[in-house]
């Protein structure tokens, strides 16, 4: 059987999930701030707007679809023309997530400036708010293993390919959701191609001990703290919430880390900051203690233990359809050095015929440039590479 496997690798080196709080944001909710660390379908259009952009006219509607207890509010960009259309499922990383996938408060969107790009030229994009947050309903992301998650990509699929206007239907995962893309199809193998952006290749345990190395400050629970004391922090809450994800037992460790952690936290949050989020709590001692119960029981959610040892490389393994992975040369969440040999172990004998590894040049783990934009090469070389494996009506346009 003749395999199409490229690894795009060119001036490859190792440099080290960037959420919002990386690039500069707010800490407006310190749940939110520490939640980034690690990592039958019913239609129904209610509205429609005409978007023109660089002389290319698209449409975006607004969806729904279900699933379980689940309604999911959404938007499909369609491209100009009667169609079929390809289209693209955007799945969002970890943390409850709106469909623009939206960072650094407000500044960043990232998967509207993915959407934009392809729909422009010529691939249709769905994007929605996670399970349980902005319009969308049903139990939230964190109270949910990854077999609920990758059920509700596929009731999505199934809502998509039900339409007139949609033909080939792809998959696009940035971080979690690059893991759970490929779970997802080698679950239920209806996906047309596959797009990992910054999808690990190692177990949750694994990627938690390796960003106690590579982002230490982030268990800075003192002042005084060496680099070395934060790292050995870090490393202690990855092996205790391992330990607790397996046995039960490690809890009280786990629980002491993130109580000094909150606290040292909002203790360095500016006036401002306090003054922004006490528009949710009573007081400052409220908004200690809610921040605090809702680390733990985040980080001890049925998620969190899905994520802890589920393993990514059996999965990306059993995918028979077109499969693009992308890393960031200097993403500090999923780093390359950590990812790529994994991955290339477990593809050695891969089941698709089409595997293409790229590096994207100076790229963190959300790919934005200084003016928070979706970087040019990856928008450019993502498009391209969906363009080759499907039917379009239009050619890349680059920078578009």
Not at 99 to 109: C, E, H, I
Not at 156 to 173: F, K, P, Y
Not at 288 to 295: D, F, L, N, P, V
Request: charged share 20%.
């Amino acid at each position: 059987m003749n395999k199409k496997i490229t690894a795009q690798t060119d001036a490859f080196h190792v440099s080290s999930h960037i959420n919002s709080n990386e690039r500069g944001s707010t800490m407006t909710r310190i749940i939110t701030a520490i939640s980034y660390f690690m990592l039958t379908a019913i239609f129904a259009m209610t509205a429609h707007t005409i978007y023109a952009q660089d002389q290319t006219a698209y449409v975006e509607e607004l969806v729904t679809f279900n699933r379980g207890d689940a309604t999911f509010s959404g938007t499909l960009s369609l491209p100009e023309g009667s169609g079929p259309h390809p289209a693209v499922i955007m799945i969002s990383g970890m943390g409850q997530q709106d469909r623009d996938w939206t960072f650094v408060g407000g500044k960043y969107k990232m998967a509207k400036g993915i959407a934009d790009h392809f729909t422009r030229n010529g691939i249709a994009v769905l994007r929605y708010d996670d399970r349980g947050h902005g319009v969308s309903t049903g139990t939230p992301e964190m109270e949910t293993g990854f077999d609920d998650l990758a059920d509700d990509v596929n009731a999505a699929v199934t809502m998509l390919r039900e339409r007139n206007d949609i033909d080939e239907v792809g998959l696009c995962g940035h971080s979690l959701g690059g893991i759970i893309a490929p779970f997802m199809a080698s679950k239920y193998d209806n996906a047309d191609f596959i797009v990992i952006i910054s999808g690990s290749f190692v177990s949750g345990e694994k990627i938690k001990l390796d960003q106690a190395t590579t982002m230490p400050n982030i268990w800075r629970l003192s002042k005084d703290m060496t680099e070395d004391e934060c790292n050995a922090t870090g490393i202690r809450m990855a092996e205790h919430l391992s330990k607790y994800a397996e046995s039960g037992k490690g809890l009280e460790v786990v629980q002491d880390i993130l109580f000094k952690l909150i606290n040292w936290q909002i203790d360095n949050l500016t006036e401002e900051q306090i003054k922004e989020n006490l528009q949710y709590y009573k007081d400052v001692d409220e908004f200690r203690q809610k921040s605090y119960e809702g680390a733990v029981k985040y980080y001890t959610s049925p998620h969190q233990l899905s994520f802890t040892f589920h393993d990514p490389a059996h999965y990306i393994s059993k995918v028979r359809c077109p499969l693009l992975v992308l890393f960031g040369d200097n993403d500090k969440h999923v780093t390359i050095k950590q990812n790529l040999k994994p991955l290339m172990y477990a593809m050695a004998d891969p089941q698709t015929r089409d595997f293409t590894v790229k590096i994207i040049q100076n790229a963190d783990h959300v790919y934005a440039t200084k003016d928070w934009e979706v970087l040019p090469e990856m928008l450019d070389f993502t498009t391209s590479w969906i363009q080759a494996r499907v039917s379009v009506d239009t050619v890349l346009i680059a920078g578009q």
